[in-house]
């Protein structure tokens, strides 16, 4: 009965790699964020999606592409992965209708590349 | 656009001892104010947020956090710290417009001493 869920919660790859990240919520909600967390613990915003609608797209290469196939899942995909991918990528949804929606985060998932 | 400052790095406190973790953000109108926790190799956890009205908050695990519209502060306080209250913690702010994105301070890290 997980609310936000990632797969893999590990990930280590070599630099060139194309690789993916899921994310699936089952809380009914209607917008849905990716962060990604450096060395240092920053959080940053990547991208965000409300019913399947880009909202937020911050300055992040081009090498990253959320695709929402539905309102249940964003997922993350990366071409041609370097070194400073590695980061711990955080999935979260929340229910933009209310007043404000409070977030829920998934556990994560680490990038690793060599 | 809005900013957070968290300005300690690192914290340790004895167990038992009273806690406070400051919080200063920057946004030009009424901002929503949120407490992360995120415990070693773990996702991020909602401690409390402040939306309006009472300017003090109470939340999770016997964390409470005051809003002080003059000092542009959200300070985070326990009265007794645990040893499983040792963590990372986040304050983070989002605007009440479209954008609904979090933004995040850098985080501190708080450790418990026996």
């Known amino acids: 009965d997980t609310a936000v869920s990632q797969t893999p919660k590990y990930l280590v790859t070599q630099m060139g790699n194309d690789k993916s990240i899921k994310c699936e919520q089952n809380?009914?909600?209607?917008?849905m964020y990716w962060y990604k967390q450096d060395s240092k613990k920053f959080l940053k915003i990547m991208f965000s999606y409300n019913n399947k609608e880009l909202i937020i797209n911050e300055t992040v290469p081009n090498r990253f592409s959320p695709k929402s196939p539905d309102k249940a899942h964003l997922n993350l995909h990366i071409n041609s992965l370097e070194l400073g991918d590695s980061a711990v990528y955080f999935c979260a949804s929340s229910q933009q209708t209310t007043l404000f929606g409070q977030q829920f985060f998934g556990p994560g998932t680490r990038l690793t590349v060599l | 656009a809005q900013s957070v400052t968290q300005p300690d790095i690192h914290i340790t406190v004895s167990e038992g001892a009273s806690l406070e973790l400051r919080c200063n953000y920057s946004y030009g109108a009424t901002p929503y104010l949120f407490w992360y926790v995120q415990s070693p190799g773990q996702g991020l956890q909602l401690l409390l947020k402040?939306?309006?009205?009472?300017?003090l908050v109470q939340g999770i695990k016997g964390f409470e956090a005051e809003f002080k519209r003059s000092q542009s502060s959200f300070n985070l306080r326990k009265p007794s710290v645990h040893w499983s209250d040792a963590a990372e913690y986040f304050c983070a702010v989002a605007a009440d417009t479209g954008r609904r994105a979090l933004t995040f301070g850098s985080g501190t890290r708080l450790q418990v001493q026996p």
């Open positions: 809380l009914g909600h209607d917008t």
């Open positions: 402040y939306f309006s009205g009472d300017t």
